[in-house]
Antibody, heavy 117, light 109 residues
Framework: EVQLVESGGALVQPGGSLRLSCAAS????????MHWVRQAPGKGLVWVSR????????SSADFVKGRFTISRDNAKNMLYLEMNSLRAEDTAVYYC??????????WGQGTLVTVSA | QSALTQPPSASGSPGQSVTISCTGT?????????VSWYQQHPGKAPKLMIY???KRPSGVPDRFSGSKSGNTASLTVSGLQAEDESDYYC?????????FGGGTRLTVL
């Protein structure tokens, strides 16, 4: 059974940092591009960042460039999102998703990040 | 990286068909055949329903179909069933980035 399990979400103050993790199982993690997608409360899905299968290439949405870093450890079947300089508008549920071509085939259940003083 | 445009709501009676549109630009929807559609029930993770404009993943009913013309993609749900009531999001590759639509809430009357 395919599983993506996110963790690391928390309440953090503006300007703070957080590291999200995503544990993958049930599929060949090292063969898939991976993505982070977020959803603010009551709002729509927004693509955040992606990393290719071997971790050699990444891309991110303009609104997180210079603040968020995506990485992976294929030996541990883990995906990460390092988030710095957090703002109130970063408050959202963060999903990790496995990409099949350009579609997000598998999704985790999400982890909530709340940025508030 | 502007969001794709979807109608906020759509509705239909059981057994009817409904089509949800998704309008982008030549830099995303119109430029690539990499449009996908996701279903999201409240409090749940999104689920892939259509990829590469009109392909269905294994397990997705053939009542769901996708198409594209120019900068506008469409999702059609035929033979509406109660369980189809959900939020639907389109997404497109946009050249090193991906963009989602704002979402459409489908109501089965």
């Amino acid at each position: 059974e395919v599983q993506l399990v996110e963790s690391g979400g928390a309440l953090v103050q503006p300007g703070g940092s957080l590291r999200l993790s995503c544990a993958a199982s049930g599929f060949t993690f090292s063969s898939y591009w991976m993505h982070w997608v977020r959803q603010a409360p009551g709002k729509g899905l927004v693509w955040v960042s992606r990393i290719n299968s071997d971790g050699s290439s990444t891309s991110s949405a303009d609104f997180v460039k210079g603040r968020f870093t995506i990485s992976r450890d294929n030996a541990k079947n883990m995906l990460y999102l390092e988030m710095n300089s957090l703002r109130a508008e970063d408050t959202a549920v963060y999903y990790c998703a496995a990409g099949d071509g350009h579609a997000k085939k598998y999704w985790g259940q999400g982890t909530l990040v709340t940025v508030s003083a | 990286q502007s969001a794709l445009t979807q109608p906020p709501s759509a509705s239909g009676s059981p057994g009817q068909s409904v089509t949800i549109s998704c309008t982008g630009t030549s830099s995303d929807v119109g430029g690539y055949n990499y449009v996908s559609w996701y279903q999201q029930h409240p409090g749940k993770a999104p689920k892939l329903m259509i990829y590469e404009v009109n392909k269905r993943p294994s397990g997705v009913p053939d009542r769901f179909s996708g198409s594209k013309s120019g900068n506008t993609a469409s999702l059609t749900v035929s033979g509406l069933q109660a369980e189809d009531e959900s939020d639907y999001y389109c997404s497109s590759y946009a050249g090193r980035s991906w963009v989602f639509g704002g979402g459409t809430r489908l109501t089965v009357l």
